[in-house]
């Protein structure tokens, strides 16, 4: 792997640090902007849809499509993000994988703060459920917020007695809503990308004054893991969410969990979104995608 690209990845995200304390309005016009404003992403087609209410893109790919369904949740601290910000990540997955994918476009605070998110996102399994596809043919899939997301969907359509899927790939998840782990500290000169502070401030929006201990706020600390389908969880070693992933893996193995913990060295926050810009990116995608292709293999 290239020392020489994780410098300059690092260099290039620290031309534009995150600031938690701008308003959501125009985090979201600078979040779009940088994230939404390349090249259509090649080898699959991009096509609006609806799912569980919520308007949705659906990415497959060229061809004849592989069985199975992606749900994918786009990052954005519950706060901005769309399908769009995150339609390079998600056609990636649908490019290697060859299953389809749909991004949801779930409500955002402050004007839906939680369990809005939490409720779309359940709303979007149960929406695919009703029309005929099997469990073991959907993986939940999101990167950073949208990690947290698709784990909290799981825990929601397990209270509620569906069927679990096939599997769950989390890229970078934020999972602590207390923001209490050590990394918040020890990573907070090697994260080009986020502080506590600022995190604190963006989260306040979701959070609107609600307790952080609560289970789907904070289910590294808090959550009854237990029933879970096989999960994967990536992260990269430079990033102050990376206690996140790291207590929630302990936790869910301690549970029985079928979990997988892959870190990789001095990458930032989401390195996956560097794919053909960082090896790095290019390799974790690779493993994620074996990933689900062997969980929809193996129901």
Same mark, same amino acid.
């Given at each position: 792997?290239?020392?020489?690209?994780?410098?300059?990845?690092?260099?290039?995200?620290?031309?534009?640090?995150?600031?938690?304390?701008?308003?959501?309005?125009?985090?979201?016009?600078?979040?779009?902007?940088?994230?939404?404003?390349?090249?259509?992403?090649?080898?699959?087609?991009?096509?609006?849809?609806?799912?569980?209410?919520r308007p949705a893109l659906t990415v497959e790919p060229q061809g004849s499509p592989a069985t199975g369904t992606i749900v994918y949740f786009h990052g954005g601290c519950w706060v901005f993000g769309s399908p769009a910000t995150a339609l390079?990540?998600?056609?990636?997955?649908?490019?290697?994988?060859?299953?389809?994918?749909?991004?949801?476009?779930?409500?955002?605070?402050?004007?839906?703060?939680?369990?809005?998110?939490?409720?779309?996102?359940?709303?979007?399994?149960?929406?695919?459920?009703?029309?005929?596809?099997?469990?073991?043919?959907?993986?939940?899939?999101?990167?950073?917020?949208?990690?947290?997301?698709?784990?909290?969907?799981?825990?929601?359509?397990?209270?509620?007695?569906?069927?679990?899927?096939?599997?769950?790939?989390?890229?970078?998840?934020?999972?602590?809503?207390?923001?209490?782990?050590?990394?918040?500290?020890?990573?907070?000169?090697?994260?080009?990308?986020?502080?506590?502070? @600022?995190?604190? &401030?963006? +989260? /306040?929006?979701?959070? =609107?004054?609600?307790?952080? *201990?609560?289970? #789907?706020?904070?289910? $590294?600390?808090?959550?009854?893991?237990?029933?879970?389908?096989?999960?994967?969880?990536?992260?990269?070693?430079?990033?102050?969410?990376? @206690?996140?992933? &790291?207590? +929630? /893996?302990?936790?869910? =193995?301690?549970?029985?969990? *079928?979990?997988? #913990?892959?870190?990789? $060295?001095?990458?930032?926050?989401?390195?996956?979104?560097?794919?053909?810009?960082?090896?790095?990116?290019?390799?974790?995608?690779?493993?994620?995608?074996?990933?689900?292709?062997?969980?929809?293999?193996?129901?």
């Open positions: 792997m290239s020392k020489a690209q994780r410098a300059t990845v690092d260099a290039l995200m620290r031309q534009a640090p995150f600031d938690g304390g701008l308003p959501p309005e125009q985090l979201r016009k600078h979040f779009e902007a940088q994230m939404a404003s390349g090249p259509a992403p090649a080898g699959v087609t991009v096509s609006p849809s609806v799912l569980g209410g390079q990540l998600t056609a990636s997955l649908v490019r290697r994988t060859g299953v389809r994918a749909v991004s949801v476009d779930y409500r955002l605070a402050p004007e839906h703060p939680f369990p809005a998110a939490v409720q779309d996102g359940l709303a979007a399994y149960r929406d695919l459920l009703d029309q005929g596809v099997p469990a073991e043919q959907i993986v939940l899939a999101g990167e950073s917020a949208g990690g947290g997301l698709s784990i909290t969907t799981l825990l929601t359509a397990r209270d509620a007695g569906l069927p679990m899927p096939a599997a769950t790939v989390a890229f970078s998840p934020g999972l602590d809503a207390t923001r209490s782990g050590e990394s918040m500290t020890t990573k907070h000169d090697a994260d080009p990308l986020f502080t506590r502070a @600022d995190l604190t &401030t963006v +989260f /306040a929006h979701y959070l =609107a004054g609600q307790d952080p *201990d609560q289970p #789907l706020l904070s289910p $590294a600390l808090h959550a009854d893991l237990t029933g879970l389908p096989p999960l994967l969880l990536q992260a990269g070693s430079n990033e102050v969410l990376l @206690d996140d992933s &790291t207590r +929630f /893996a302990v936790r869910a =193995a301690a549970a029985g969990v *079928d979990v997988q #913990l892959d870190i990789t $060295a001095d990458v930032p926050h989401v390195f996956q979104a560097f794919e053909g810009m960082l090896d790095e990116a290019d390799a974790a995608l690779g493993r994620a995608a074996r990933f689900i292709t062997t969980a929809l293999v193996r129901t």
